[in-house]
């Protein structure tokens, strides 16, 4: 398919006008390196490739609130990275809810005891953390209870993947002093830390 040698700002004027040839030559233009940037988000092709589709379905819908003062690239990457977002999110809570099914399945197998130590740990665990600033909590239990890496908790909080790390060493030192100060069940205490941390 030849390229549109229009200039791009004539281009985008033409997707807002409802001109297809023009929304496929944005398409020809940005798929590429858009897709890439989802994928780097996502870390997930097929999902990508779905992100990508809905981005590109979102513009062409939503084409006559298109702003032709602003970057055209800069929307067209705002709305891909909250679909990625929205993706990631998805999935911690499918994963969340997994999680839980499969404690709740696990529980019936446990003994009284157990169970009560599980329960009690967690409940510590959502004590200490509660205790931290907001930002810190989120990325402690992103990336310590959730798994997540710091690329990915980077783009869920919209924050850089440095910023992530200087987060999560302040939160870890503070739960491990908060931990170590529990005078309660010490013992269960440095099992926790050793387990957490």
Not at 27 to 46: A, D, F, H, V
Not at 69 to 86: G, M, P, R, V
Not at 136 to 153: H, I, M
Request: charged letters at 25%; glycine letters at 2%; aromatic letters at 12%.
């Amino acid at each position: 398919m030849p390229s549109d040698l229009r200039p791009l700002d004539q281009i985008i004027k033409g997707i807002v006008e409802g001109d297809v040839k023009a929304f496929e030559a944005v398409y020809l233009k940005y798929s590429k390196p858009l897709y890439r940037y989802i994928q780097s988000i996502t870390k997930n092709e097929e999902q990508s490739f779905d992100i990508l589709q809905m981005t590109f379905i979102k513009v062409w819908n939503g084409r006559e609130q298109i702003n032709l003062e602003k970057s055209f690239q800069s929307y067209l990457y705002h709305i891909a990275n909250n679909l990625s977002i929205d993706y990631l999110r998805q999935v911690a809570k499918n994963l969340r809810k997994q999680e839980e099914i499969w404690n709740n399945s696990m529980i019936y197998g446990l003994s009284v005891e157990e169970e009560y130590l599980i329960k009690e740990k967690n409940k510590i665990i959502d004590q200490v953390i509660e205790q931290l600033p907001l930002q810190q909590q989120r990325v402690f239990r992103l990336c310590k209870l959730e798994g997540y890496s710091y690329a990915e908790a980077a783009a869920i909080l919209q924050v850089s993947a440095s910023t992530v790390s200087n987060h999560l060493t302040a939160a870890v030192k503070s739960v491990r002093e908060l931990l170590m100060n529990n005078k309660n069940h010490f013992y269960f205490i440095l099992f926790i830390i050793n387990e957490l941390i």
